[in-house]
C-alpha cells in the first residue's frame, strides 16, 4: 500500500492556459474520487470514478473541467482556459467499493492561477 | 442537501489537556456515516474516526472519542492528553449510505497544541 500519489504537487499558470492533474490511487481501489480545497475551507466534491466508470458530477464541475480514469486505474482531471477562481487544492481519494470503507487521501496539487 | 458545520474555526488547547471539538450536521437521512479528518500543514488529510449513525456507541480509537447525539444531530470530537502533532486542520464530514459515499465536509477547525 504505497498511498494515493498526485502529481504535480504545484502548478503556476497564467490564466486562460489549459491544465491536466493526475492521480495514482492505492492499487486495488475501485472508487475514486477529486475534491476542491480552496484556502481555508472544507474539501468540495467534485466527481467519482467507480472503476473507469465517471457516475457522479458535482455542479462545481463546469464545462471547463473534464475527468478520466482509462482503465479504471489512474485518474486525470484537466481544467481548460483557467480562471482565477479555480486557484485551489485539487485533492484526490481512493477506496475500496464498500458503503463503509474510508477514503485515502493524496496530498494534493496546489493550482495558482497568476 | 446534507449540510455540516464547524462553528470554531481555530481553538488552542495546552499540551497534555484535553480538547473538543464541535460539528453539527442537517440531513433527513436516517442511514449515514460522521467523520472526523486531520489534515496537518502542508500534510494529507488522514482519517481519525469514524461512525455509523445506526450505532448507539460512540467510537473510540486511542486519545480520540466522539459524543455522537443523533436526535440533535450533533458530532462532536475529544482529544485526550493532547499533543504537539495533534496540531491540524481538523474536519467533520458526512456521507450517506448510497453508491457513491461522496463527503460533505465542514469548514474546519484549526486546532492549535501550545508546549
Known amino acids: 500500500d504505497t498511498g494515493v500519489s498526485q502529481d504535480p504537487r504545484h502548478k503556476i499558470t497564467k490564466r486562460g492556459q489549459n491544465v491536466t492533474f493526475r492521480c495514482d490511487p492505492i492499487?486495488?481501489?475501485?472508487?475514486l474520487y477529486w475534491y476542491r480545497q480552496t484556502l481555508g475551507q472544507g474539501p468540495e466534491f467534485l466527481t467519482y470514478?467507480?472503476?473507469?466508470?465517471?457516475?457522479?458530477k458535482s455542479r462545481l464541475l463546469s464545462d471547463r473541467f473534464s475527468a478520466e480514469r482509462p482503465k479504471g486505474s489512474f485518474s486525470t482531471l484537466e481544467i481548460q482556459r483557467t480562471e482565477q477562481g479555480d486557484s485551489a487544492m485539487y485533492l484526490c481519494a481512493s477506496s475500496r467499493d464498500s458503503f463503509n470503507q474510508p477514503q485515502h487521501f493524496g496530498d494534493g496539487t496546489r493550482l495558482s492561477i497568476l | 442537501a446534507q449540510t455540516v458545520t464547524q462553528s470554531q474555526p481555530e481553538m488552542s488547547v495546552q499540551e497534555a489537556e484535553t480538547v473538543t471539538l464541535s460539528c453539527t450536521y442537517d440531513t433527513s437521512e436516517n442511514n449515514y456515516y460522521l467523520f472526523w479528518y486531520k489534515q496537518p500543514p502542508s500534510r494529507q488529510m488522514i482519517l481519525v474516526i469514524r461512525q455509523e449513525a445506526y450505532k448507539q456507541q460512540n467510537a473510540t480509537e486511542n486519545r480520540f472519542s466522539v459524543n455522537f447525539q443523533k436526535a440533535a444531530k450533533s458530532f462532536s470530537l475529544k482529544i485526550s492528553d493532547s499533543q504537539l502533532g495533534d496540531t491540524a486542520m481538523y474536519f467533520c464530514a458526512f456521507t450517506m449510505y448510497n453508491a457513491g459515499n461522496m463527503l460533505t465536509f465542514g469548514g474546519g477547525t484549526r486546532l492549535m497544541v501550545k508546549p
Open positions: 492499487s486495488e481501489h475501485n472508487r
Open positions: 470514478f467507480q472503476n473507469e466508470a465517471q457516475l457522479e
